[in-house]
């Protein structure tokens, strides 16, 4: 990907319809790395990073937005929505309820609509730094755009990640 010419995805595509203003970060995409990798090659603060995690609860797909750094915690997120059970998708069901890549996951512009549950503590961010619909590329906006548009359930899910 050029660092000139930012790409345009679906997500972008909500964005700019959005009239939300977002700054373009491009990086080097690492397998495996996650939100660790991208927030050193742009050298800001994991925490900012705020990742789309694809999760299936009682086999209907879910969104949940958290921080770079955190995981989400499934048993609570299940008592919070009253799941009996929730699970990670396959990559091949993420990319299909979504329509991107996983590692380019985006909650804007997804295939399939679906529920947002957003850990209310990245309003506490003055930016964050979200996937823009491709692997290696970013985009940075203000929180509460993000609400605007995905309209989410804000939860506090939110558990230190085990290393």
């Known amino acids: 990907m050029s660092e000139d010419v930012p790409p345009v995805t679906p997500a972008v595509s909500v964005l700019q319809a959005a009239g939300v203003h977002y700054t373009d970060h491009p990086y080097v995409y690492e397998e495996r790395w996650g939100t660790a990798a991208c927030a050193r090659e742009l050298n800001i603060d994991e925490h900012s990073v705020v990742k ?59 295939r399939m609509e679906m529920p947002v549950y957003m850990e209310e503590t990245i309003l506490n961010l003055r930016k964050i730094y979200i996937n823009g619909g491709k692997r290696g590329y970013l985009v940075g906006m203000d929180p509460y755009d993000a609400i605007r548009i995905l309209n989410p359930t804000l939860v506090r899910v939110g558990a230190a990640r085990s290393t």
Not at 56 to 62: H, I, K, R, Y
Not at 82 to 105: L, N
Request: glycine share 12%; aromatic share 6%; hydrophobic share 40%.
């Open 52 to 110: 789309t995690i694809v999760l299936e609860a009682d086999g209907a797909p879910l969104i949940v937005l958290m921080h770079g750094d955190m995981r989400a915690s499934v048993k609570e997120l299940a008592r919070i929505i009253g799941a009996k059970s929730i699970t990670p998708c396959t990559p091949e069901a993420a990319e299909q309820f979504t329509g991107y890549q996983v590692g380019g996951t985006s909650p804007f512009g997804m």
